[in-house]
Every structure is written in structure tokens, then in C-alpha cells.
């Protein structure tokens, strides 16, 4: 709370200034100037009423009646040193819990909680990073300002560069209708391709670098990324001669017949770790262990398709489909070696309302190591009915008061954890954003 309350007094600050009144996403004004500073919190409530379960593991998601508060508050800070280089900064605290501590469900139901509740509430650099644009036209266009951006044009046509501590998923698989759990899906697997299992440690950030070629009617993109040292630990594996994330994507603009604008996204990523391997492991005596089989340079690819397109005006759709090799253990993000997605979104009254399904499914690899027993860093029944893991969830969020963002989702899970033996699970969920 504390750190809340430092939040908000930093915040109002800008209100003193003279500002442009037309953005109503945050509760007070911003002026127009070359330094950024804002906030914000988001707050979900989540309950799980009880499910069908047989039997249960280590990893299991809890059968009985529960419920969990997750919290996150971030401060953003940047500077538009030159017209072409800005420094962007983020100070953040999450604290709370998840359902069942975030495991048994590959597609887990809230993606603000971070997987290791033991790190606690202590607050720490989330992003501190470059943003460095190389012109390569004389036209500029203006640019929309917002917190992990904050030049007011940029060259029509540009390398840009960034650098430092980022998140991945700021620049790859970003989908302008399912990527952002404060104000729109909170499942991992609908704001996320599941099988992009991308380089972040178990805050969800990492050190790198993104170079973008940038077009009015495309982009390209290079990221170059640390892994952890463990499957979704703290620590970075410095070595990257035989640890790091590499990934590719080409971003396509476009209208179809009637003019309404879309985005084709295609990516490809490479991670060199040290990781396990699926059927190592199931060659030991059960229960297998997949910690025992990791060794370094291992490699798991994969590549996703990301797609947005407006129908009409107030109303989208979007999708994905991913896939990856299934044969190293998941490290990274979740355990989903294939995954897709299909959902809209409607401008309904003075909020947002999404609808999406997602079909997520593992390798039989991945599949027979679970069945025998084994547990990955969040799925492990003890044994395994093998059945895709299917999940409906629908949100809306309502603008209340400009920057104050209250939301209902509900979720319906088949086959949790990828076992018919087990579910159907249905999670409600309360949220408050608030942008300051």
C-alpha cells in the first residue's frame, strides 16, 4: 500500500500542469511534454467453485471451493532525450496469489500472478530500457503516446532499436485485442500464444535487445533475449553461446474489401537452454524426473500466427495458432506445445465486452511424461487422461469514470491440465484497473 500511495502522489503531479483533456484513459491529465510519468493498479478477484477430481498430484489445480486476490501496481517514467532516442523505466509490485498458486491449468485463468508467490510484494525494476530510432525517411507521423512509448512522431520509415530489461511480449505476438490482461482477457493462453514459449524469467522479463525495420505497410522484427537458468526461474543464464531466446516476426498491414484495417502477424523463435528432454525422462524409472535429463544448447522452436481485423466499426476479431517442437521441456511461459484461438470484441455502451475459445494440446512426448507421473513447473496429476484443454472466457470492462476500469470475466476450463479424468472447472473473476 505503501508504495501505492507513492504511486498516486507522483501521479497527480501532472494534473498541475496544462494538459490535452482528450484522452480519457487516465484519471488525471498528462501535459504534453518530453518526460512521461503515470501509473497504475490492477486488482482481480478470482473463485473457483469445486470440480469433479478423482484424484489429484502435486501440481494439481485445488478442487474445492476457493478463492485468491491478485494485485500489481507500476510506475512508468521515460524521456524524450532527442526526437529519436527515449529512456523508458518501470518500477513495479505484485503481490497476491493465484488460483491454487497458478498451477494445474496450462491456460491458467490470470495472468497478472506471478508464478513464485515466495518472491512476495517487494517492489523491483520491471523495464529500464533504450528506444533509439534511425531515421530512414524525411516524413514523420505522429505517434501515440502511452507509457512504454513516449515519442510524439517518429520516421514514417525507421530502424528502431530498444534495449535493456523488457518484457518479450511487449514486441512479439501483440495483438491490439488480445494482449493486455488489465483491460481486456485474463487467461495466459487468450492474451498470449501459449505455445510462444518466450525468453522471461518468472516476473515475466528479461535482458535484450529488439531491432524493428518499420513501413507504413510493414515490419520486421529481430529480438535477441536471455533465458532463465531453470525453467521459469529468477536468474538469467548469461552464456549465450549456449543459452538465449532468438525470435522473428513480420508484421503485415492491410484492409479487406470495405476498407476495414487488419494486422498479420507470422513469428518464428529459437531457445537455446539448458533444458530437459521429454523422452529421456520417460525412459527412467516412473516417476520420471525432468530436472534430471537437462543439458545445455538444447533447442526448442517453434512459430505462431497472430491476426486482428476490424468488421465494422466497434467490432473485431482476432485469432491465433501456435506451435512448437514438444520434445524439450517447457521452460519459459506454460506448458502448451500447441494452441488456437479465435475471439471478437464489441464497443458496448461505455466499455468493451470479448468473447474468445482457445484449444490448447501437448506432444505425445510431453503427454506420456505427465501420465507416468512426471511433473512440469505447473502441470502434474500423477497420472494423465489425455484430453486437449479447452477454454471459453468472456469479459466486459466497463469505463466507469475516465481511468477507473472495472471488469467481470468468467472462464469455463474442460479438461484442466489436459486431463478428461478431471473438470470441468468454471472461474468468475471481479477486476479493478485504475490508470493514473
Known amino acids: 500500500m505503501r508504495l501505492v500511495s507513492l504511486v498516486f502522489a507522483l501521479a497527480v503531479l501532472p494534473s498541475l500542469a496544462r494538459a490535452d ?29 469445486g470440480f469433479h477430481s ?21 510506475v512508468f517514467a521515460g524521456y524524450e532525450i532527442t526526437r529519436t532516442t527515449a529512456i523508458i523505466l518501470t518500477g513495479e509490485s505484485a503481490g497476491g496469489n493465484g488460483l491454487s498458486t497458478a498451477l494445474g491449468v496450462a491456460g491458467f485463468t490470470n495472468l497478472d500472478v506471478v508464478r513464485n508467490p515466495s518472491l512476495g510484494a517487494t517492489p523491483y525494476v520491471g523495464r529500464a530500457f533504450i528506444d533509439q530510432a534511425i531515421p530512414l525517411s524525411d516524413e514523420r507521423v505522429a505517434s501515440e503516446r502511452q507509457p512504454l512509448r513516449i515519442f510524439h512522431k517518429v520516421p514514417a520509415r525507421r530502424i528502431e532499436i530498444r534495449a535493456g530489461k523488457v518484457s518479450t511480449a511487449d514486441f512479439f505476438d501483440v495483438n491490439a485485442i488480445g494482449s493486455d490482461s488489465h483491460l481486456q482477457f485474463m487467461n495466459w493462453t487468450v492474451d498470449n500464444n501459449g505455445a510462444y514459449d518466450y525468453a522471461a524469467d518468472t516476473r515475466g522479463y528479461t535482458l535484450g535487445g529488439v531491432v524493428d525495420y518499420v513501413e507504413p505497410r510493414f515490419a520486421v522484427r529481430y529480438g535477441l533475449f536471455l533465458m532463465p537458468t531453470v525453467a521459469n526461474g529468477i536468474d538469467y543464464d548469461f552464456g549465450l553461446t549456449h543459452a538465449r531466446g532468438e525470435n522473428l516476426e513480420l508484421e503485415l498491414h492491410g484492409c479487406l474489401a470495405g476498407g476495414h484495417p487488419g494486422v498479420l502477424r507470422i513469428l518464428a523463435f529459437w531457445n537455446h537452454a539448458k533444458m530437459g528432454n521429454y523422452d529421456e525422462a520417460n525412459a527412467m524409472m516412473a516417476p520420471p524426473v525432468i530436472e534430471m535429463t537437462r543439458k545445455e544448447g538444447r533447442l526448442k522452436y517453434g512459430f505462431g500466427i497472430n491476426g486482428e481485423q476490424e468488421i465494422m466499426p466497434g467490432l473485431r476479431a482476432f485469432g491465433r495458432i501456435g506451435w512448437n517442437e514438444g520434445k524439450n521441456e517447457s521452460f519459459a511461459y506454460t506448458e502448451v506445445d500447441n494452441t488456437v484461438l479465435a475471439g471478437i470484441d464489441y464497443a458496448l455502451w461505455r466499455g468493451k465486452l470479448g468473447v474468445a475459445a482457445v484449444s490448447n494440446g501437448i506432444s505425445k512426448p510431453h503427454r506420456t511424461y505427465l501420465g507416468l507421473g ?8 500423477g497420472q494423465l487422461s489425455y484430453g486437449r484443454e479447452d477454454i471459453f472466457e468472456t469479459y466486459y470492462t466497463l469505463r466507469s ?18 486431463n478428461t479424468d478431471r473438470g470441468p472447472v468454471l472461474v468468475g473473476s471481479v477486476r479493478l484497473h485504475v490508470e493514473i
Do not use: C
Open 21 to 49: 483533456d482528450s484522452n480519457e484513459l487516465y484519471l488525471v491529465n498528462h501535459p504534453d511534454a518530453d518526460w512521461w510519468l503515470s501509473a497504475q493498479g490492477n486488482s482481480i478477484l478470482q473463485t473457483q467453485p
Open 54 to 74: 478423482p484424484y489429484q498430484g502435486a501440481n494439481s489445480l485445488r478442487p474445492s471451493d476457493h478463492a485468491e486476490v491478485s494485485f500489481v501496481g507500476t
Open 374 to 381: 512426471g511433473k512440469g513447473f505447473l502441470l502434474g496429476d
Open 401 to 418: 469514470y475516465r481511468g477507473v476500469f472495472p471488469a467481470l470475466d468468467v472462464q469455463a476450463i474442460a479438461n484442466p491440465g489436459y
